[in-house]
């Protein structure tokens, strides 16, 4: 459903596609990195962007096969990609816990790879850890999130390895196209029920917008 959304709105515009290159754990003395597939990554990355403590969130692919992949690759199934959001974090202002606990209200982790009308492994449900301290507090997390849903949680808990960035286009997509079909449909909602919950602010927190 998304591809055909975005079909039709990229219809006759110009692709300007970023460089792909693989990145690392960004880790500084005051930064962390948390890489999480809930579905859409313009879902992922509007609602992560609008918690206090986000220092960025990047639209990007991880968990496959296929060096640099592009974005209608990742779409063919075919690369074993899933659609993430690298978030880089203060953990002075929101510990890991507390993403995990905006990864659960974001999303259906009890759907396999599906997220509404967006089917496929690229929608997959998926926490990549990058060190041991993650990977104990993401399973603790999804055993602590069972008990809110009455199916099985399918989200997979696996290391990270390689991140890459989407095109450019991907990037800040739903703040730069929230009157296109597929942001006022699918997004928005998901947004007004967090802001709603007061999980999240209403206009974005991180340095970059």
Request: net charge negative; with cysteine.
């Amino acid at each position: 459903m998304k591809l055909f959304f975005w079909t039709l709105f990229a219809a006759g515009a110009i692709h300007f596609a970023a460089n792909a290159q693989p990145t690392n754990v960004m880790t500084t003395n005051s930064t962390e990195t948390a890489t999480l597939g809930g579905g859409c990554f313009w879902c992922v990355e509007a609602i992560y962007e609008r918690l206090p403590g986000v220092i960025s969130a990047t639209s990007g692919f991880a968990g496959g096969h296929t060096e640099n992949p592009t974005y209608h690759e990742v779409c063919s199934g075919t690369t074993g990609h899933a659609e993430v959001t690298q978030i880089v974090f203060d953990p002075a202002k929101i510990s890991y816990a507390q993403l995990l606990d905006v990864f659960w209200q974001a999303h259906d982790p009890t759907t396999l790879n599906r997220q509404g009308a967006d089917e496929g492994t690229q929608y997959r449900s998926v926490i990549f850890y990058h060190d041991e301290k993650q990977k104990l507090a993401a399973e603790k997390s999804r055993l602590a999130a069972q008990e809110k849903f009455s199916a099985p949680i399918v989200t997979e808990i696996v290391p990270f390895k390689k991140f890459y960035p989407a095109e450019d286009y991907h990037q800040g997509y739903y703040d730069a196209n929230s009157n296109q079909s597929y942001c006022r449909l699918v997004i928005a909602p998901k947004l007004e029920k967090l802001e709603h919950r007061k999980v999240i602010q209403e206009k974005p927190q991180t340095g970059n917008h």
